[in-house]
C-alpha cells in the first residue's frame, strides 16, 4: 500500500466548476506540500502545510493532522489550471519527501 | 523570486557514458536534495545532503551515483555509467528550516 494515496487520478471539470483534489497518508508527518506539474514537466510548491488551511488566490489547501487527510481546492477553476497535482509528505525523523502519484487535472473552457 | 537553477534542460547521453547534473539552489538554503520521476511514474526521492554530506539516500542511490557541493553554490548529482533505466526527469530541490520546498525546472535525461 502506497504510504501517500490520492484520489481522483484524473479529473476532468468545466471551467468555473469547483475543484477538490484529496491526499490520504500513513504516516507520522513533518509537513506535507501541495505542487503543480505542468505538461513540460517542472514543478512548482503551491502549498506547505504542517497544519490548518492555507489560502492563495483561488487555491485553498486544508489539512488534518488526526485524520492523516489534506484537500486541495480550486475555486473558479480555469484552462490554464490543467496540470498535475501532487501530494508530498515529509516523513517524520527523516529529510525526504514522500510523492502521491498525483491527480491530473483538466479544465475545459 | 528566488529560483533554483538547473542545467542542462534536457540530456541525451549514450549507455555507459558519465552525466553531471547541475544545480545552483537558493543562496541562504541548506538542504538539498535530488529526486527522479520516470515517465508516468511519481516523483521518487535519492538523496539528502546537508552540511556537506549526504544526510539520507535512497535505494536507488546506489555506487553509480555521487553528489557533490563542489563550491559552495553548485550542487551536481553524477550518475558514473548511465543505463537506460536511468532516463528519467532530475529534480533538485533546496530548503531552509521549517521544510519550504523549492524545486528547480528538471533536467530530462534520455539515455540511448
Known amino acids: 500500500k502506497n504510504e501517500v494515496e490520492q484520489s481522483p487520478q484524473n479529473l476532468t471539470a468545466q471551467e468555473g466548476e469547483f475543484i477538490t483534489i484529496n491526499c490520504s497518508y500513513s504516516?507520522?508527518?513533518?509537513?506535507l506540500h501541495w505542487l503543480q506539474q505542468h505538461p513540460g514537466g517542472g514543478i512548482v510548491s503551491l502549498f506547505m502545510?504542517?497544519?490548518g488551511k492555507k489560502k492563495h488566490g483561488r487555491l485553498i489547501a486544508t489539512i488534518n493532522i488526526q485524520e492523516k487527510h489534506s484537500s486541495l481546492h480550486i475555486t473558479a477553476s480555469h484552462p490554464r489550471d490543467s496540470a498535475v497535482y501532487i501530494c508530498?509528505?515529509?516523513?517524520?525523523?527523516?529529510?525526504?519527501?514522500?510523492f502521491g502519484t498525483g491527480t491530473r487535472l483538466k479544465v475545459l473552457a | 523570486e528566488p529560483e533554483v537553477t538547473q542545467t542542462p534542460s534536457h540530456q541525451v547521453t549514450q549507455m555507459g557514458q558519465e552525466v553531471i547534473l547541475r544545480c545552483v539552489p537558493i543562496?541562504?538554503?541548506?538542504?538539498f536534495y535530488w529526486y527522479r520521476q520516470i515517465l508516468g511514474q511519481k516523483v521518487e526521492f535519492l538523496v539528502s545532503?546537508?552540511?556537506?554530506?549526504?544526510?539520507?539516500k535512497s535505494e536507488i542511490f546506489d555506487d553509480q551515483f555521487s553528489v557533490e557541493r563542489p563550491d559552495g553554490s553548485n550542487f551536481t548529482l553524477k550518475i558514473r555509467s548511465t543505463k537506460l533505466e536511468d532516463s528519467a526527469m532530475y529534480f533538485c530541490?533546496?530548503?531552509?528550516?521549517?521544510?519550504?520546498?523549492?524545486f528547480g525546472s528538471g533536467t530530462r535525461l534520455t539515455v540511448v
Open positions: 543562496s541562504n538554503h541548506l538542504y
Open positions: 508530498a509528505v515529509g516523513r517524520s525523523g527523516t529529510y525526504k519527501y514522500i
Open positions: 504516516v507520522g508527518i513533518s509537513a
Open positions: 530541490a533546496s530548503r531552509t528550516e521549517g521544510y519550504g520546498y523549492t
Open positions: 545532503f546537508y552540511n556537506n554530506e549526504i544526510s539520507e
Open positions: 502545510l504542517s497544519s
